[in-house]
């Protein structure tokens, strides 16, 4: 199955990936719905976008605490520098991620759609001016605007209630309807409108590569090659098999 896949990946014109908070959890990132999932252990309404205007210091507070002092002390994992090292044979064109940690990033991926925002910007609601993590000062909390310093700072990712932020959304789309290989990595394919894109993808004629540790709700519907395992150990050994077809003994 590996072998196929890598077959596939080598042959394609325009490859993208499309990942989910399962390619995160190897890097001590949990995900938000399922076993040990976030929002187990946390209302979400902290994130919901009214809730976060009336009650913007106690938001804060459990936005501080989850998303910058816990998910900023996570590193990329073996599964994003795949990806990132796919891109920089030539083959991987974009990623189109629904998670927020920057990691793709980080890992050295150039072309990167987040596609429910991302933790590395903040922005201000009241001046809509754009800024920077290490621009913010967060030891008082709601954070103070450096712009118009009356404004609610918020950070640069989707709160519930909100739209799927621009260009990602655009360029997530021009993705998936000129992609002729997609592999999708750590997602079950439940999170409205994001798991909309594979399906799109493969109504456009994209073969599906699907990585996960469990089947989801692509694996039955649109998956041809189904790789079932942790996303380090497979995405490593999809690119070892490249390799092996790409480079020359």
Known sequence: MIKEAARLICESKHLCAFTGAGISVESGIPPFRGPGGLWNSYNPDFIEINHFYRYPTESWQLIKEIFYD???????????????????????????????????????STVVHEFHGTLSHLVCLDCHKRFRLDQIDMTNLPPECPECVVGLIKPDFIFFGEDIPEPARSNSLAEARNADVMIVVGTTGEVMPACTLPYLAQEKGARIIEVNIAPSAYTGAITDIFLQGPATAMLKNLVAEVEAITLPA
């Not at 990806?83 to 991987?92: D, F, Q, R, V, Y």
């Open 70 to 108: 816990f998910f900023g002390q996570a590193s990329p994992n073996a599964a994003h520098i795949a990806l990132a090292n796919l891109e920089k044979m030539g083959l991987l064109k974009a990623i189109i991620t629904q998670n927020i940690d920057n990691l793709h990033q980080t890992a050295g």
